[in-house]
């Protein structure tokens, strides 16, 4: 069997433009791949990978707070930019909205511009204020308990002095009164012997 010529011909043709359209849509997908900003965002630090651009050119990235300062001021790069050290951010007890530019210099439909929210972190979140107690607190019930351990310790020294007056109990039975007594019990003596001598006197007279 012999193919006609305008067969191969047309074989050959097909083969060329399929050739052509594989090599434009390789081409046109090359583009695609450039300028691939990568960056994250945590509750305390950026990260950044900016791949796959022009090192002819002379690009700029910029990463800041919304509103606040500069993490990362204006800097130039060529083809490559990475963060060797996270950006980090400050503390906050809100959400943070944080900017990324980046300036293509080879052209500005590369250039690329994004926000993404930093969440707070745990450790920042202010705690919840308890309800105020109406009790005492322990410190507060212990100082007054201070003030009759003090006075207890000030009237310590009275038993001290009516234990010193305990001898005068403990003597043999005299006391300040007992010579009044002694000098009474005389009198009353010297008086019944009296009134005796007077009756016998009285009584020899008679007889």
């Not at 450039?34 to 305390?44: E, G, L």
């Not at 001021?73 to 083809?79: C, I, K, L, M, V």
């Not at 980090?88 to 293509?104: T, W």
């Not at 009474?184 to 006197?201: C, H, N, P, T, Y």
């Amino acid at each position: 069997m012999t193919i006609p010529r305008r067969s191969w011909r047309g074989a050959g043709a097909f083969a060329a433009a399929a050739v052509v359209g594989l090599a434009g849509g390789v081409i046109s997908a090359a583009p695609a791949a450039a300028h691939t900003p990568t960056w994250a965002v945590t509750c305390s630090e950026v990260t950044l990978n900016l791949t796959a651009y022009s090192s002819k050119a002379t690009n700029e990235v910029t990463v800041s707070v919304v509103g606040g300062e500069d993490l990362l001021a204006t800097t130039e790069f060529g083809r490559e930019y990475h963060t060797k050290t996270p950006l980090q951010l400050p503390k906050h007890d809100k959400e943070l909205q944080v900017r990324l530019v980046v300036k293509a210099g080879d052209d500005a439909k590369y250039s690329f511009e994004q926000t993404k929210t930093a969440p707070v972190c745990e450790d920042d979140e202010t705690p919840p204020q308890e309800t105020p107690s109406t009790e005492p607190s322990a410190s507060e019930t212990a100082e007054p308990s201070a003030e009759p351990s003090e006075t207890a310790t000030e009237a310590a020294p009275a038993p001290a002095e009516s234990s010193s007056s305990a001898p005068d109990l403990a003597e043999t039975g005299s006391s300040s009164a007992t010579p009044v007594i002694g000098g009474a019990a005389l009198a009353v003596l010297l008086a019944g012997g009296g009134i005796l001598w007077s009756v016998r006197k009285r009584r020899g007279v008679q007889h």
